[in-house]
């Protein structure tokens, strides 16, 4: 059960570029665990969406099933939504984006909705570049059946319960950098200085942007033996960079000393720009981002920021040479063009 919440803010609230307010991105009042990390998140998507002037009709948000699935109901009411079947979002996504290319799309999903029952589906999203945003709020337990360890739970980590767990964990960010994903990244629900940097250059980024957030349960895996605990992310979080977005509008003028400073380039013109402190980042270099990850999380430690990113990679659209018309605003004499027309594509296979 969800409850409405007044759509009021103070009279002097800042309005954005297209003439909305932040609270004009906010949902329903979230039923979550008072201090669940994905309420923190949410309100990551609220702030990026707002600072990136997105009219909220033109973002579709989709999820499967889990408490972070619940999140879109608490963020962004004026947008297009689906609530998928349990780890079938990809799939979902594939076919609206297919449909409809014109829209921004924001898949939000958790570690059981992703690394277990919809690994097939996360896995073909990846290798397609699906034009996306996913997002997955990695706790390390099935919060909706009373905490069980998940598929991302690190192997020797003690649950609520006092059981250990005998099992390694699944990396999403690794796997999605040996699956070529073309934007990976990490970050903390509590690091929004950090985290709405990120979603916003995923959101810009054409092609798939995987953004894993460490997003802590309070209720069943914030207890000292967790390594998804507050306490224990805020003791070993490591950051790749200090990451703000840059739009491509006027020029900043930045002075750093040599070295200090790393800018990607994304497909819309638009640069991320980092300052960087970690050694040996280099986040378009595969192996070693596969390197500083392994390095990490062998000292027990969690990497966060941008970890991988391929600016040149071709997304869903391009691989399948698609008409740059959205297919739902073709016409029938453009789906039905005629034998001629039909007879001239299929001589050209002859």
């Known amino acids: 059960m969800s409850f409405l919440k007044p759509n009021i803010s103070h009279p002097d609230a800042p309005v954005n570029k297209v003439g909305y ?26 702030q990026a969406c707002f600072e990136l002037n997105i009219e909220p009709h033109q973002l579709a948000k989709l999820s499967g099933i889990g408490c972070s699935s619940k999140t879109p109901t608490y963020f962004l009411s004026n947008s297009h939504g689906f609530n998928s079947v349990h780890g079938r979002m990809p799939s979902i996504s594939t076919g609206a984006n297919l449909a409809n290319r014109d829209l921004i799309y924001l898949g939000v999903s958790g570690d059981g ?87 916003k250059a995923g959101m810009r980024h ?68 980092l300052r960087k402190p970690f050694s040996d980042w280099r986040p378009t270099d595969k192996v070693a981002s596969l390197q500083n990850l392994m390095t990490s999380s062998n000292k027990g430690e969690v990497l966060t920021g941008l970890l991988y990113i391929n600016p040149e990679a071709e997304d869903l659209q391009e691989k399948m040479n698609l008409s740059e018309v959205s297919l739902n605003k073709l016409d029938q004499s453009t789906l039905c063009p005629g034998a001629g027309i039909l007879e001239e594509i299929n001589a050209q296979y002859r």
């Open 113 to 199: 909705d992703t690394a277990s029952i919809g690994m097939g589906q996360f896995v073909h999203a990846i290798r397609r570049n699906l034009n996306m945003t996913y997002i997955v709020m990695n706790n390390g337990c099935y919060g909706l059946t009373k905490g069980q360890d998940s598929a991302t739970a690190d192997f020797g980590s003690i649950s609520k319960a006092g059981s250990k767990n005998n099992y390694n964990p699944i990396d999403l960010a690794a796997m999605a950098i040996q699956l070529d994903c073309s934007f990976v990244a990490r970050s903390f629900s509590g690091d929004k200085e950090q985290l709405v940097p990120l979603i």
């Open 21 to 46: 307010r932040k609270v004009d991105y906010t949902g329903a009042i979230s039923t979550l665990c008072a201090g669940c990390g994905h309420d923190s998140i949410s309100g990551s998507i609220v």
């Open 206 to 273: 054409k092609g798939m942007a995987f953004i894993d957030v460490i997003s802590p349960c309070v209720t069943f895996n914030n207890n000292k033996g967790s390594t998804k605990s507050y306490d224990y992310t805020r003791e070993f979080m490591e950051r790749t960079a200090l990451v703000d977005y840059v739009e491509n509008k006027d020029p900043i003028e930045i002075s750093y000393a040599e070295g200090d400073r790393f800018v990607v380039d994304l497909h819309d013109g638009s640069t991320i720009q």
